[in-house]
C-alpha cells in the first residue's frame, strides 16, 4: 500500500491535527531511514509505515502509537538519537519508542520450559512499560513475518518459533484474536513446514466445499432469522485459521483426522443485543437438531481472555454437520481486536480513558496482582496499564532461567539472597553473563547471573551495605545478631539442605 492510500484511510478516522503530525512523523522517519533498504529490497521506511497503518487503519489506536510506530526503528537503525525524537515529539512518544528499543533486545534462547518462556511473555510486558508499547511490537512482529522469506533460513526458523512461543501467546492474553492467529499461521509456514504442508494437502479442498457449503446455507439461516423476526448486522463465514487447526488435530480425540472437525468454517450471526443473541440460538435449535454438549455458553462464562459468543453445533441444511457463532457487535470487536477495542481512537483525538474496564483479561488481573505484590495501587486501571510500576524493577535470570525482579541497583548479593536464603548465606562470588564478578557488582536488566557457593558460611558486617533489597538485609542482619549471641546454628539451618 502507497503512503498515499495509508493516509486516505486515516483521514476517514483522524482529525486534521493528527492527520499533520503523522506526515511529520513520516517524513523525520523517511529522512532518517534515508537510503536503508529492507531484505526484500524495499526502502526501509515501508516497513515504519505498515506498522502505523495496522496501528491506525486497523487497530485505530490514538495518533501518539502511531508516531512511535513510524519511529519505532529510528534510534535502533539510525543515526538520529532518541534525544532527538524527545526533543521534535514530545516525551510521551519518545518513551514509546524507546520501549520498543528495549522489547527488541529481549530474545527467546535455546529453552524449552514453559515456566521459562511464561517468564520471558511477563519481561516482555514489564519491559514494555506501556500496554500500547507492546501493541506496537506485535504490529512489527507481524509486518516482519509478512516479509519473512526475504531472511535465511536459521532466521526465519528462529523468529517464527519466538512468535509462536512468545508474541502469539501476548496477543491471546489481550483477547486479540484476529492477530494471535495471524501471527501464527504466519510463523507456521517457517516453524513447521512440512507440517504445515502435510494440513494443505489434507484440508484446502474441505475447507473449499465447506465454504461453498456456509454461503449457501447464510441464505437459507438469514430468511429463518428474518420471519422469526431477529435482527441481524451480518452472517458470514469464518475460516479457522491454519495453525490453531493443527493444534486442534494434534489432541488425540482427533487423532489426526480432519473428517472430526466441524468449524473448519463455521457460520458466524452478528446481532444487536445480549437478547438477541439467545433467540438465535432458540430459532437455530428449533430448525436445526443440536449435538449433544457442543453448545458452548461463553457470554454467561467467558474465556479467560475475555472472549464472549455462544458456540453450538448443528446438523445444518443438506444434513452437514456445521459450528454457528453467535455474538453482539461489540462481543465481535472485542474478540478480534481484544484490549485494542477498549482502547480505540476517540474524536477528541485521545483514547477514550472513560470506558468499561475489561476486568476478564486475564493479562490485567495479573498484573494487577503483580503490582499488589509489589505494593502499588490494584485499583487504579491506568496505572495497569501503564505498567509504572514496573519503572523501578530489573528482570535477573538464574542459570536454569528462573527469574527473579529485583529493584534497580540490585547486586549479586541480593539475588543470591532471592534465590535462596541458604544460597545467599553461603555466597562467595558470582558469574555475572558468564563473567566472573563480585557480591557486590550492580545488576542490569536481564543478566544471567550465576552464584560461587562457599563450604562454610563467610558473612560479613559489610554485606549489609552490599545488599539493597530489604528482605536481604533482613536476612543477613539476622544471622549476624543471632551468631554474634554464640548459638550453635542458625535459624535458617533448615533452608541450607532444603532442595529447591
Ligand atoms: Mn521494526
Redesign the pocket.
Known amino acids: 500500500m502507497t503512503y498515499h492510500t495509508i493516509l486516505e484511510n486515516l483521514k476517514k478516522t483522524y482529525i486534521p491535527a493528527d492527520i499533520k503530525l503523522f506526515e511529520k512523523a513520516y517524513d523525520f522517519a523517511k529522512a532518517a531511514h534515508a537510503g536503508q533498504k529492507r531484505k526484500s529490497g524495499d526502502d526501509y521506511i515501508t ?1 515504519s509505515l505498515a ?1 502505523a497503518n495496522y496501528l491506525g487503519n486497523h487497530l485505530h489506536m490514538d495518533i501518539d502509537t502511531l508516531v512511535a510506530g513510524l519511529l ?2 529510528v534510534p535502533e537503525d539510525t543515526t538520529v538519537p532518541l534525544a532527538e525524537i524527545k526533543k521534535t515529539f514530545g516525551k510521551e512518544i519518545a518513551f514509546m519508542v524507546e520501549g520498543i528499543t528495549k522489547l527488541g533486545k529481549i530474545k527467546l534462547r535455546n529453552q524449552k520450559d514453559e515456566t521459562y518462556i511464561e517468564t520471558l511473555r511477563k519481561m516482555f510486558f514489564s519491559m514494555a512499560a506501556d500496554i500500547r508499547v507492546v501493541l506496537i511490537k506485535l504490529a ?1 512482529r507481524l509486518h ?1 513475518l509478512q516479509t519473512l522469506s526475504f531472511l535465511p533460513p536459521e532466521k526465519q526458523e528462529r523468529i517464527a518459533r519466538e512468535t509462536l512461543e512468545v508474541y502469539a501467546p501476548i496477543a491471546d492474553r489481550l483477547g486479540m484474536g484476529e492477530l494471535k492467529g495471524e501471527l501464527e499461521d504466519l510463523s507456521f509456514i517457517y516453524a513447521y513446514p512440512k507440517e504445515h504442508e502435510w494440513l494443505r494437502e489434507q484440508g484446502e479442498v474441505r475447507f473449499e466445499q465447506m465454504r461453498e457449503y456456509i454461503e449457501r446455507t447464510k441464505k437459507t439461516v438469514q430468511k429463518e432469522l428474518k420471519e422469526a423476526g431477529i435482527k441481524t448486522n451480518g452472517i458470514h463465514g469464518r475460516a479457522k485459521h491454519r495453525y490453531s487447526l493443527y493444534q486442534k488435530l494434534l489432541r488425540a480425540r482427533y487423532g489426526r483426522d480432519i473428517n472430526k472437525i466441524y468449524d473448519l468454517v463455521a457460520l458466524r450471526i452478528i446481532t444487536p443485543t445480549l437478547e438477541n443473541c439467545y433467540a438465535t440460538l432458540g430459532v437455530l435449535h428449533s430448525k436445526y437438531k443440536p449435538l449433544p454438549g457442543r453448545i458452548k455458553d461463553y457470554i454467561a462464562f467467558p474465556k479467560p481472555n475475555g472472549y464472549r459468543s455462544i458456540h453450538t453445533t448443528v446438523f445444518g441444511p443438506e444434513g452437514r454437520i456445521m459450528e454457528v457463532q453467535i455474538r453482539t457487535p461489540e462481543m465481535h470487536s472485542e474478540a478480534e481486536y481484544g484490549i485494542a477495542a477498549h482502547w480505540a481512537y476517540t474524536e477528541r483525538g485521545k483514547p477514550d480513558w472513560g470506558y468499561k474496564v475489561p476486568e476478564q483479561l486475564e493479562w490485567v488481573r495479573e498484573l494487577r496482582d503483580w503490582q499488589k505484590d509489589i505494593g502499588g495501587n490494584p485499583d487504579d486501571f491506568m496505572e495497569a496499564l501503564h505498567i509504572d510500576f514496573f519503572k523501578n524493577r530489573i528482570f535477573i535470570f538464574t542459570p536454569r532461567g528462573d527469574v527473579k525482579d529485583l529493584p534497580e541497583g540490585a547486586t549479586a548479593l541480593d539475588m543470591a539472597f532471592a534465590v535462596h536464603t541458604g544460597l545467599g548465606l553461603h555466597a562467595q562470588g558470582a558469574k555475572i553473563n558468564g563473567k566472573m564478578g563480585k557480591l557486590a557488582d550492580e545488576l542490569e536488566n536481564g543478566d544471567v547471573v550465576e552464584i560461587i557457593k562457599a563450604h562454610q558460611i563467610n558473612v560479613s558486617r559489610d554485606w549489609v551495605n552490599i545488599a539493597k533489597t530489604s528482605s536481604a538485609r533482613s536476612k543477613i542482619k539476622s544471622y549476624l545478631k543471632d551468631h554474634s549471641r554464640g548459638w550453635g546454628f542458625l535459624p535458617e539451618f533448615r533452608f541450607m539442605n532444603r532442595k529447591k
Open positions: 516497513h506498522v519505532h526503528d512489527d516482519n
